[in-house]
T-cell receptor, first 118, second 114 residues
Framework: GAVVSQHPSRVICKSGTSVKIECRSL??????MFWYRQFPKQSLMLMAT?????????EQGVEKDKFLINHASLTLSTLTVTSAHPEDSSFYIC??????????????FGNGTRLTVT | AQSVTQLGSHVSVSEGALVLLRCNYS??????LFWYVQYPNQGLQLLLK??????LVKGINGFEAEFKKSETSFHLTKPSAHMSDAAEYFC????????????FGQGTTLQVKP
């Protein structure tokens, strides 16, 4: 079945630095990927929709200059948390739509990245 | 705006007992409906989904859910809980007309006691 790989699984960084998270579709081409954020013991909140070859679409309240999304190829989307602060510490998860998702089901999620900003 | 409500943030059952996790959505037009499971520090795994057709949907690991339009509900059930079912469960919808953008419920932690 379709596999989405997310890397790294865990990252600890110092306040003020930037962190890049990768989301790869391993055996299919994904023109659309989604990035979610999950706070401890809470649900997933959609941050942005990543479209191959075009600008990402951000949800209301998400700072696009802080959370940079690049979808340069059909198999890779990256999320860069710029000038990270402790409040950015969270669990970030990506998902990808397969071309066969005629019923609009994204279905395939990465295993998430635990970001801790010290 | 579309919303999803999961009644009960924490559900505890004994091994072998019925599992019932509740989910209601707010929409006059039925959306696509999903149940996902999440194990600690992992991503989400799709349990089952409803898009069209039969309203009783069977998923993996013995789970099933029934779409009831009149009640705007999509409750998840399993006849007999296993210890391995202990996890976080999320109900989610894709609003009618949207593509791929999931709206999640708050999640329900399922505890299975021996």
């Amino acid at each position: 079945g379709a596999v989405v790989s997310q890397h790294p699984s865990r990252v600890i960084c110092k306040s003020g630095t930037s962190v890049k998270i990768e989301c790869r579709s391993l055996d299919f081409q994904a023109t659309t990927m989604f990035w979610y954020r999950q706070f401890p013991k809470q649900s997933l909140m959609l941050m942005a929709t990543s479209n191959e070859g075009s600008k990402a679409t951000y949800e209301q309240g998400v700072e696009k200059d802080k959370f940079l999304i690049n979808h340069a190829s059909l198999t890779l989307s990256t999320l860069t948390v710029t000038s990270a602060h402790p409040e950015d510490s969270s669990f970030y998860i990506c998902s990808a739509m397969t071309p066969r998702a005629k019923d609009n089901s994204p279905l395939h999620f990465g295993n998430g990245t635990r970001l801790t900003v010290t | 705006a579309q919303s999803v409500t999961q009644l009960g943030s924490h559900v505890s059952v004994s091994e072998g007992a019925l599992v019932l996790l509740r989910c209601n959505y707010s929409s006059s037009v039925p959306p696509y409906l999903f149940w996902y499971v999440q194990y600690p520090n992992q991503g989400l795994q799709l349990l089952l989904k409803y898009t069209t057709g039969a309203t009783l949907v069977k998923g993996i690991n013995g789970f099933e859910a029934e779409f009831k339009k009149s009640e705007t509900s999509f409750h998840l059930t399993k006849p007999s809980a296993h210890m391995s079912d202990a996890a976080e469960y999320f109900c989610a919808v894709i609003p009618s007309g949207n593509t791929g953008k999931l709206i999640f419920g708050q999640g329900t932690t399922l505890q299975v006691k021996p």
